[in-house]
T-cell receptor, first 114, second 114 residues
Framework: GDSVTQMEGPVTLSEEAFLTINCTYT??????LFWYVQYPGEGLQLLLK?????DKGSNKGFEATYRKETTSFHLEKGSVQVSDSAVYFC?????????????FGQGTELSVKP | NAGVMQNPRHLVRRRGQEARLRCSPM?????VYWYRQLPEEGLKFMVY????????ESGMPKERFSAEFPKEGPSILRIQQVVRGDSAAYFC????????????FGSGTQLSVL
């Protein structure tokens, strides 16, 4: 079935370091792809999304490009801040009229040290 | 505009008791999704509801679990005769329409079964 695989955490970086969190997916069709972020004690928030191949989603300095040929949607940020410390979830959606029915990866915890 | 409200934040039950988890969607949102997050795993879809209707319950365990979203009041996820394996974080999310892919999540209910 459809699935999402993320790199395992925790990922620990120093402030201003470059971030990559890998995400690959398996899907029978052409999914929409998402990154959600969960800050401590809060619910998940949509960070960015891409709905078709070669689309790039971006928000708050984070970027991810929908790569159909490698079935990937890696999250990147050029210079992380302490405030980026959170758990990041990659997800996909296959059903247009059930836009909230998402398949999530297991999450990657990011810790940024000053 | 208040966000998605879930209560209680923490719920402790003994084996065999019932658990009721409540979710009030954002104002104007009539679509609600429930997800479960087991330890060390990603969020797993459980059920999708609109007002007074269950649209997709393919992720719900066949026994002991039920969900409703009445015309008035919050959505309720009910777990009867809880077992230790039900211990998890339960998240509710809402959206303004079925095709809308941006979900707004609550902060979750952490259920602990003793």
């Amino acid at each position: 079935g459809d699935s999402v695989t993320q790199m395992e955490g925790p990922v620990t970086l120093s402030e201003e370091a470059f971030l990559t969190i890998n995400c690959t997916y398996t899907a029978t069709g052409y999914p929409s792809l998402f990154w959600y972020v969960q800050y401590p004690g809060e619910g998940l928030q949509l960070l960015l999304k891409a709905t078709k191949a070669d689309d790039k989603g971006s928000n708050k300095g984070f970027e991810a490009t929908y790569r159909k040929e490698t079935t990937s949607f890696h999250l990147e940020k050029g210079s992380v801040q302490v405030s980026d410390s959170a758990v990041y979830f990659c997800a996909l959606n296959m059903i247009y009229n059930q836009g909230g029915k998402l398949i999530f990866g297991q999450g990657t915890e990011l810790s940024v040290k000053p | 505009n208040a966000g998605v409200m879930q209560n209680p934040r923490h719920l402790v039950r003994r084996r065999g008791q019932e658990a009721r988890l409540r979710c009030s969607p954002m104002k104007g949102h009539s679509h609600v999704y429930w997800y479960r997050q087991l330890p060390e795993e990603g969020l797993k879809f459980m059920v999708y509801l609109q007002k007074e209707n269950i649209i997709d319950e393919s992720g719900m365990p066949k026994e002991r679990f039920s969900a409703e979203f009445p015309k008035e009041g919050p959505s309720i996820l009910r777990i009867q005769q809880v077992v230790r394996g039900d211990s998890a974080a339960y998240f509710c999310a809402s959206s303004p329409s079925g095709a809308n892919e941006k979900l707004f999540f609550g902060s979750g209910t952490q259920l602990s079964v003793l």
